[in-house]
């Protein structure tokens, strides 16, 4: 039997990945190309094709396996019960799910609804409730960090709690070499200290030894440059609702889990920015 990990041409899904072959978890990943992730990869891992918008693929991508690393997928038509049946029907032993911080007070996103679509499967589970990505420094907010030094995003002077998707990964798989140990439970975790964008910023300038400032913008600047830039309206608005919790000073909240389950101490923004330093530069 195997482990199925999802999202791994995400931030958490692919440090999941190499956390679970460091760790000797007999894994296969799920992709929606073969042929890219192979050419990609080569041997490195097990690849498996799983396409949430396409029931067909569930029973295959499926097989033999008894413990899943979970992500919701973006993107419309996604067939997120329906592929939860099929893992129940497939005697699925154990689903360890990444959520998000604070869902249980937001039922109207999609992890709201999924947290309780697993639970009623009766599969045994695992809710990694987590902190704003580290990783979005070097993602979606890296074209303006590299060509104007900015941190562009609606957040306002909220703070966030920072969290790294190596962390992530970490309790991700902890969890499922262990699943006796953290079965039916939900964990929030987060960065070691909450920040607002202003105070990133000033800690990529020392660090990085050039000035990066956030600018701050408005919903509506935002939003008019961002289409300027040939971005997609339905991107926009995510990226936008990401921020909103932290504009109205809803994200700032710290968990210790992580401390608690690994004995160790999260990964800290100033880490995370020399770590991977080369991208912005």
């Given at each position: 039997?195997?482990?199925?990990?999802?999202?791994?041409?995400?931030?958490?899904?692919?440090?999941?990945?190499?956390?679970?072959?460091?760790?000797?978890?007999?894994?296969?990943?799920?992709?929606?190309?073969?042929?890219?992730?192979?050419?990609?990869?080569?041997?490195?891992?097990s690849f498996t094709l799983l396409d949430f918008t396409k029931p067909e693929t569930f029973e295959q991508a499926l097989s033999d396996v008894d413990s899943i690393f979970l992500i919701y997928p973006p993107g419309e038509g996604i067939e997120f019960e329906r592929f939860l049946e099929t893992a129940k029907k497939r005697s699925v032993k154990h689903i360890v799910y990444?959520?998000?911080?604070?869902?249980?007070?937001?039922?109207?996103?999609h992890h709201?609804?999924?947290e309780k679509l697993i639970k009623k499967t009766g599969i045994p589970y695992t809710f990694i409730r987590a902190g704003y990505f580290m990783q979005n420094l070097n993602d979606f907010l890296l074209q303006e960090l590299k060509e104007r030094k900015r941190i562009f995003v609606p957040a306002g002077n909220g703070k966030t709690s920072f969290v790294d998707a190596r962390d992530l990964a970490e309790i991700a798989v902890m969890?499922?070499?262990?699943?006796?140990?953290?079965?039916?439970?939900?964990?929030?975790?987060?960065?070691?200290?909450?920040l607002t964008f202003y105070e990133v910023a000033k800690r990529m300038t020392h660090i990085l030894e050039t000035p990066v400032e956030y600018t701050n913008p408005s919903v509506k600047e935002f939003k008019s440059w961002?289409?300027?830039q040939g971005a997609d309206s339905s991107f926009i608005n995510v990226v936008t609702g990401i921020h909103f919790p932290t504009k109205l000073g809803l994200a700032k909240g710290i968990s210790n889990d992580f401390e608690k389950i690994t004995g160790k101490k999260q990964t800290s923004i100033n880490e995370y920015i020399r770590d991977f330093k080369q991208y912005w530069l």
């Open positions: 039997m195997k482990t199925l990990i999802t999202g791994f041409n995400g931030k958490t899904g692919f440090e999941v990945a190499k956390k679970a072959k460091s760790a000797s978890i007999v894994s296969t990943c799920a992709v929606r190309s073969l042929e890219k992730a192979k050419a990609n990869y080569g041997s490195d891992y990444l959520s998000l911080k604070d869902v249980q007070f937001m039922p109207f996103i709201y609804k999924n969890a499922l070499r262990n699943p006796s140990l953290h079965q039916n439970k939900s964990y929030v975790i987060t960065g070691n200290e909450a961002m289409l300027s």
